[in-house]
């Protein structure tokens, strides 16, 4: 244990930590309280006298203060660039900007990026960092409670293209994950809630007690009860590097983290990222699609699948693509996004379908006419 556990313990702080071992890297997440303040103390072993870039979140403008001021007790070369989020962000565009910027600010092959934001700062920079002079390190300090829950951790960065979400990117993994509570204060109402439905897919996938904890505590999570967070975070984030340790590049069951993706995807697709919905509540939407599917293929039950919409509709997750989005009216459209996901290959598009409560499975045997009769009523009801 470093000093700073001991001194965080003093102060009845807890800290907690993951590693996870993949054949490409290790590396550990540290989950708690009062974290920017004392990054130096965590980070000192990654980035001591190297060359720093904090590539921010523009809204953490006042965040970046407590982060940069802890940084700069190990490091005189320290530098930051504001970037504007949203999923419009997550653009080529930005990656050449941004490209460009770090190459201006000065970078070497030693040089560690710092992403500092939500999911869209984390899969850009992620991204950046990973073909900046071939490729550097860099650190995710996830400031969503989604990011903090998925995006941060198991490499996947990239950007949109304008067929179709994540389509350009590549797998590259952080050199330290730091995710402190505290800074989820700012966040609105409905981005907890987005960030709440990636918590309750990681259960959906592999965890039923998780899953049951969350019915009992899941609005205290999104309410704030900083104790529950750490430790709903920490319950997620396990499970998502379990599955990653097994298959860091997806070629067999990380496929099931995709849960309620290639619906949500598609719909944040069919609206063109213009910021009128949130990444978690298209998944949201997309989870409760699945189990549509599910239900219409006969492979769950109608009793499991009316005990997770109860749940979605008692924590303020939606659960229709009408309740979110009236900009959603044909289905051959919305049909036509899903196959431009990466999830389509072999003339086959891949779902994930839920079995119980804490299992679901890969099946590329769905025929068309089902998933489109599903959509038919979904949208035309
Ligand atoms: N790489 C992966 O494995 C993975 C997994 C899941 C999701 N994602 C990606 O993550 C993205 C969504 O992430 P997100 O929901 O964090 O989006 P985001 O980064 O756009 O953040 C959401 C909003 O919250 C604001 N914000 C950030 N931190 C804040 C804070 N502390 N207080 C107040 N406001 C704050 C942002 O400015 C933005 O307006 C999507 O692009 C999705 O594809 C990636």
């Given at each position: 244990?470093?000093?700073?556990l ?5 102060k009845?702080?807890?800290l907690?930590k ?12 540290y989950?708690g ?24 979140d523009?809204?953490?403008?006042k ?10 007790n190990i490091t005189?070369n ?12 997550k ?6 900007f ?8 000065g ?10 934001g939500?999911?869209?700062?984390g899969d ?8 900046m002079?071939r490729g550097?390190?860099?650190?995710q ?17 990239g950007?949109?293209?304008i ?6 990117g ?5 050199l330290a994950?730091?995710s ?23 259960a ?5 007690i998780f ?15 900083d ?6 975070i ?5 499970i ?7 298959d860091e ?14 619906f949500g995807?598609?719909i ?49 997750l ?20 899903m196959?431009n996901?990466?999830?389509f ?5 891949s ?9 679901v499975k890969?099946r ?7 998933v ?10």
């Open positions: 244990m470093n000093i700073l001991e001194v965080l313990n003093l009845k702080k807890p907690k993951l590693s996870v071992s993949l054949k490409s890297k290790s590396y550990e997440i989950f309280y009062d974290i920017l303040e004392n990054s130096n103390y965590i980070l000192e072993k990654y980035i001591k006298d190297k060359s720093i870039i904090i590539v921010y523009q809204i953490l403008e965040n970046l203060k407590f982060l940069s001021g802890s940084l700069s005189n320290l530098e930051s660039i504001g970037v504007k989020s949203g999923e419009k962000s653009s080529l565009e930005m990656y050449s941004l490209n460009e910027k770090i190459i201006e600010k970078v070497d092959r030693k040089s560690i990026l710092v992403a500092f939500g999911g869209v700062i850009l920079v992620g991204f950046v960092a990973s073909t002079l550097i390190d860099f650190i300090i996830p400031t969503t409670l989604l990011a903090q829950v998925d995006s941060s951790i198991g490499g996947k960065t950007v949109n293209s067929y179709g979400k994540n389509l350009i590549s797998f590259h993994q952080p994950v730091l402190d509570v505290n800074i989820l204060k700012s966040l609105s109402k409905k981005e907890l809630i987005s960030g709440y439905a990636e918590i309750i897919k990681h959906l996938i592999k965890d039923k899953f049951k904890w969350l019915t009992g505590f899941g609005e205290d999570i999104i309410y704030g009860n104790e529950l967070r750490v430790e709903a920490y319950k997620a984030c396990n998502k590097r379990e599955i990653v340790q097994e590049l997806e070629n067999g069951p990380r496929a099931l983290l995709n849960l309620g993706h290639t995807h598609a944040e697709s069919y609206v063109n990222y213009d910021g009128s919905l949130l990444h978690g509540e298209a998944v949201s939407v997309g989870i409760i699609l699945a189990y549509k599917l599910a239900l219409k293929i006969g492979s769950t039950s109608s009793r499991e699948f009316d005990i997770v919409l109860n749940h979605f509709k008692k924590v303020g939606p659960t229709s693509i009408k309740q979110l989005t009236d900009k959603i009216d044909n289905k051959n459209k919305l049909w036509q996004l196959q996901d990466k999830k290959s072999n003339g086959k598009l779902f994930i379908i839920p079995e119980k409560i804490g299992q890969i590329n045997d769905i025929s068309s006419e089902v489109l009769s599903l959509l038919k009523e979904e949208i035309e009801k």
